[in-house]
């Protein structure tokens, strides 16, 4: 019978069973550099390659876990810069605090390789620069249950590795890139109370793309949800993105960009259509949207699926050590602007709940041009990206803008019958509050004209809708009642979360179903303006 590690057993268990234990950290090797890169490695490859990491660097690096996954396997943690791997301790530093992450899908494997390539260069002391600001959360194998479903042909006709890799989902088969709002996985609320324990200043998402035939080695996406705080999206757009593309050009002559696809352009017999260069989506459930709304720096990559599988990790790698690097220059402002983020006052104000992509200038997008090969094991048809650059023209729809806003409440208050969105909320690590005898006060009301619930299901749920308009009214609130103060750091989350008309939030999400029942006319949370 098969055993996988929990986080009681992780230290006992990794030690005893690990396959390399060298002496020093030169001769410790990722399974891809073990095998002329044809191969990813598995789960306890991963945790056997930390631990010696750990071993061979004993005060240097410091392993832990941050949760579990739907199949018992702990998760594993590199701290590198701290005294100890707690929050407390990592925290304690008062250092930019930097989070990496490898692996949400499973078959996107080359930022697993990568993050363990980078925790291999801390422990030599190769960046020795860095430690001086930045303290370092590692945590190459997010999807570790999805990692170990391995088959040749799990990303379609991705070039390599050769032996195979993981499926995109976890084990309940759910997208843990589309899990950051609903919590559905135990792997969502690991890496969630990752971010309420340690809360990083900086996050990065390693994946891996296909779809376009571009000729980028890498592109990349900041938060693009329009409710971001904007000195965020500044920052990436105006000079943190800008420095490390023509850092990489210039030094490796290889070209990354913004996150896209190609649409339109028209097919054969049918009418002309205008090529657009466009990117994915603004909503919260994705991982860099969610960790803007926290008032957080969170940058995404997708190194590129029809480079070979060497290139793909030697991409990611080159993204991650020239965005550190940057990070690493500008640890103070980066600070000050999350310290500021938290603290800029949003009740009154108008944050958008639905958005759309905005067309934005034309650009210079460069294509490329792939080769056929096939598998040799069992013939699957596979493309190589060919050193070819052909710049077109055409419309960058690269962000997003609010199609519908709404005024940001100074509290919200919940029922306490509503169980399960409270501990959504509480999750999330929103900040709630209790009243201790009833209020009778103004609020406002949601009165419902409409509700919506998708027919096709997602991830396990039928989305829902509400229309409807906010009124002015007076409610005598119960001992028991939940408050939520939109006057905390975390306010742009749980107004997403909490707001009827957003498209990703408690309503979205058919946590608040029970009180929504046919003929239901009145929302059954109220809020206050002032």
Not at 12 to 32: E, M
Not at 83 to 91: K, N
Not at 455 to 473: D, I
Request: glycine content about 8%; overall charge neutral; hydrophobic content about 35%.
């Amino acid at each position: 019978m098969k055993q996988f590690l929990t986080a009681a057993m992780f230290f006992v268990c990794a030690g005893t069973a690990s396959a390399q234990t060298p002496g020093s950290l030169d001769a410790l090797k990722t399974k891809p550099e073990q095998t002329n890169f044809e191969e990813t490695s598995r789960y306890q490859e991963v945790v056997d390659f930390m631990n010696a990491v750990t071993k061979a660097a004993p005060k240097k690096v410091f392993i832990t876990t941050f949760g579990e996954t739907n199949e018992k396997r702990a998760l594993p943690l590199a701290v590198v810069g701290a005294p100890a791997a707690t929050p407390a301790a990592v925290r304690g530093t008062g250092k930019l605090r930097v989070y990496i992450q490898g692996n949400i899908h499973g078959g996107e494997v080359e930022g697993k390789e990568s993050a363990q390539i980078l925790l291999r260069e801390l422990a030599q002391g190769k960046h020795e620069d860095w430690l001086k600001t930045m303290v370092f959360l590692i945590a190459p194998i997010y999807n570790a249950d999805g990692n170990e479903r391995f088959a040749l042909n799990n990303r379609g006709r991705q070039h390599g590795p050769m032996g195979g890799q993981g499926q995109r989902p976890n084990a309940q088969g759910l997208d843990l890139n589309r899990d950051h709002m609903k919590l559905d996985s135990p792997e969502a609320r690991a890496v969630v109370k990752l971010m309420n324990d340690y809360d990083p200043h900086v996050s990065m998402d390693l994946h891996t793309t296909n779809g376009t035939r571009h000729a980028y080695f890498l592109t990349y996406a900041p938060p693009l949800n329009p409710a971001t705080d904007p000195a965020i999206i500044d920052l990436l757009r105006r000079e943190w993105f800008p420095w490390v593309t023509k850092t990489i050009r210039d030094k490796y002559n290889w070209d990354y960009y913004y996150y896209g696809n190609i649409e339109g352009g028209g097919r054969r017999g049918g009418p002309p259509a205008e090529r657009a260069w466009k990117s994915f989506d603004s909503r919260p459930r994705f991982n860099n949207n969610y960790i803007g709304l926290r008032n957080r720096i969170a940058v995404l990559s997708e190194a590129f699926a029809y480079a070979s599988f060497k290139d793909r990790i030697v991409a990611t790698s080159r993204f991650v050590e020239e965005n550190l690097n940057f990070v690493n220059a500008n640890a103070p402002r980066i600070r000050k602007i999350v310290t500021d983020a938290d603290a800029r006052p949003l009740v009154g104000t108008r944050l958008g709940l639905r958005s759309q992509l905005a067309k934005g200038e034309t650009v210079e997008i460069l294509m490329g041009e792939v080769a056929e090969e096939k598998h040799s094991t069992d013939g699957h048809v596979m493309e190589l990206r060919k050193d070819a650059r052909k710049p077109a023209r055409m419309a960058e729809w690269g962000t997003f803008e609010a199609t519908e806003t709404e005024r940001v409440p100074a509290r919200y208050y919940i029922p306490a019958h509503l169980t399960a969105a409270i501990e959504k909320v509480r999750a999330h690590g929103v900040h709630t509050t209790t009243l201790t005898k009833a209020l009778k006060t103004a609020v406002e009301e949601f009165q419902i004209s409409a509700s919506r619930t998708e027919e096709r299901e997602f991830q396990g749920h039928k989305e829902r809708t509400l229309e409807g308009v906010w009124t002015a009214g007076e409610r005598e609130l119960p001992a028991g009642t939940i408050q939520v103060d939109l006057k905390q750091p975390l306010g742009r989350l749980a107004f997403y979360l909490v707001e009827p008309r957003s498209d990703d939030g408690l309503v979205d999400w058919n946590f608040l179903d029970d009180s929504l029942v046919e003929g239901t006319k009145v929302f059954p949370i109220v809020r206050s303006k002032n």
